[in-house]
């Protein structure tokens, strides 16, 4: 039978979600005869149970069925999966505190998604499940956590993540008019703490030596060696990167990239995560797009966002109100600096930048469409609340740029938020209250050293005053 893990899923949801699913369930269903559960690792205020590491280490033996020789020994696979789960527990934590939830219209849709992709009924979904020991609940809880991981993500993006025309005027100019250029990457990672001593930076650099060794003297390839040896959250995809086009790497990579041939590997390097060996899988070229003239429109916008803490109707009143301001004659960059809640935009006073009518959505796309350049329009509801949009200006460019320009600004924005939302989990690891147990379940923390207690020593009237110190002081 095939395993569920190659189910694929809607191209909305991340690269890795269905992997990360079963690693947060597993393949195997609990059996009334299993020993009582023991905690794995306490995250903060939540635990990882030791049932839910195993079925997620069994789940990975199981996509290594027939080559298990790739996998790390035990003890290092363990770390690896606990690591994954660590993470996802302290992405859910933080996307709760932030009010971000999945709704179950997400969720359905989610898993229709899965169906449809893998010629199934959601019935038919759910019979596959349950041969692999997963109920669809558990699937459909599974995959409200992931979707709520992406949306945290896309919430990191729109306050951290910005690009500039500039910036995409630049890549415009190394690119060539026909063509672009990508290529696939792997990497290994050994990772070494923030503010590491010189031993553990030492430590960290012979390992990344001693595997580069390794791939050198043909003892192993690249992709065995990270699974086995890196750090990195991808290890047990042997590392693999995907395709990127060459505004998706970062600067310092680039240029060295573009002299490698297919297999060669650059590195050790070291980065801000600890030592990297860089791996040029294979390279292709994308041919660009057509000659169609599309209209851009540059444009300014004020968000009043409908949340928790803000209904439809006191939403709508303060964009009145905001609206009254700028027909009084109110600068719109300065008020939408001051009062717009998207703070993408906000720090820009509002600015949007070029862009096509639909990019934005349909409500965006017939507002922008019926201004003339300068006219601001009316509030107007959106999905995220009510908008009040200025049009700046208009003009007529070429599809095929159009969509060159439109492809570099997002893998430049890739880019720069994989560089952020990798800082940003790193942050966040570090932050947290983090306490691995082994199997018996005894906390693996290096105890702190105890702090002698004050003594307190009953002193006679009568002794000297030499007799009134305590023990210890």
Do not use: C
């Amino acid at each position: 039978m095939t395993p569920i893990s190659r189910l694929r899923l809607p191209r909305t949801l991340i690269a890795t979600v269905l992997s990360g699913l079963l690693l947060a369930s597993g393949v195997q269903a609990q059996t009334a005869t299993q020993p009582v559960d023991r905690i794995a690792a306490v995250v903060n205020e939540d635990v990882i149970l030791r049932s839910e590491l195993d079925r997620a280490v069994a789940n990975i033996r199981a996509q290594y069925a027939g080559s298990q020789t790739q996998l790390p020994p035990t003890d290092v696979l363990e770390r690896q999966v606990l690591e994954r789960l660590v993470l996802l527990r302290l992405q859910i934590a933080r996307a709760t505190d932030a009010g971000i939830t999945a709704s179950d219209q997400d969720v359905a849709q989610a898993v229709q998604g899965v169906a449809e992709q893998n010629g199934m009924t959601v019935e038919q979904l759910a019979a596959r499940l349950a041969q692999d020991g997963m109920s669809i609940n558990e699937f459909r809880n599974n995959l409200r956590d992931e979707i709520i991981t992406q949306k945290l993500r896309q919430s990191f993006a729109q306050g951290r993540i910005n690009v500039s025309e500039g910036e995409v005027d630049a890549a415009m100019a190394s690119a060539t008019a026909t063509a672009s250029q990508q290529y696939r990457l792997a990497h290994i990672l050994v990772g070494t703490p923030d503010g590491a001593s010189p031993e553990q930076i030492a430590t960290a650099e012979k390992k990344i030596a001693g595997v580069k060794g390794l791939i050198d003297r043909g003892e192993m390839d690249f992709a065995t060696a990270a699974v086995r040896y890196s750090d990195s959250p991808n290890a047990l995809e042997g590392g693999d990167l995907g395709w990127r086009a060459l505004n998706e790497i970062p600067p310092a990579f680039a240029n060295a990239i573009q002299q490698m041939q297919k297999g060669q590997i650059l590195g050790p390097v070291r980065g801000p995560s600890g030592f990297q060996l860089l791996q040029l899988v294979d390279s292709r070229t994308q041919a660009a797009g057509g000659g169609e003239q599309v209209t851009q429109y540059s444009a300014r916008q004020i968000l009043i966002k409908i949340d928790d803490k803000t209904d439809d109707a006191a939403a709508k009143a303060k964009a009145d109100t905001l609206a009254a301001r700028l027909a009084g004659g109110a600068d719109f960059a300065k008020l939408a600096t001051e009062s717009s809640d998207d703070a993408g935009t906000r720090r820009r006073g509002g600015d949007l930048g070029w862009f096509v009518a639909d990019r934005y959505g349909t409500d965006y796309g017939v507002q922008v469409a019926s201004l003339s350049d300068g006219e601001t329009s009316a509030p107007f509801k959106t999905d995220a609340g009510w908008v009040i949009l200025q049009r700046v200006g208009s003009r007529q460019v070429t599809a095929g740029n159009e969509q060159l320009r439109a492809r570099i600004r997002e893998t430049i924005g890739r880019r720069k938020l994989e560089e952020e939302w990798d800082r940003f989990l790193r942050e966040m690891r570090g932050e947290a209250y983090v306490d691995v147990r082994d199997a018996q379940g005894k906390s693996t923390r290096p105890e702190l050293p105890e702090t002698p207690k004050e003594q307190h020593k009953v002193t006679p009237v009568d002794a000297h005053p030499e007799g009134t110190r305590a023990a210890g002081f």
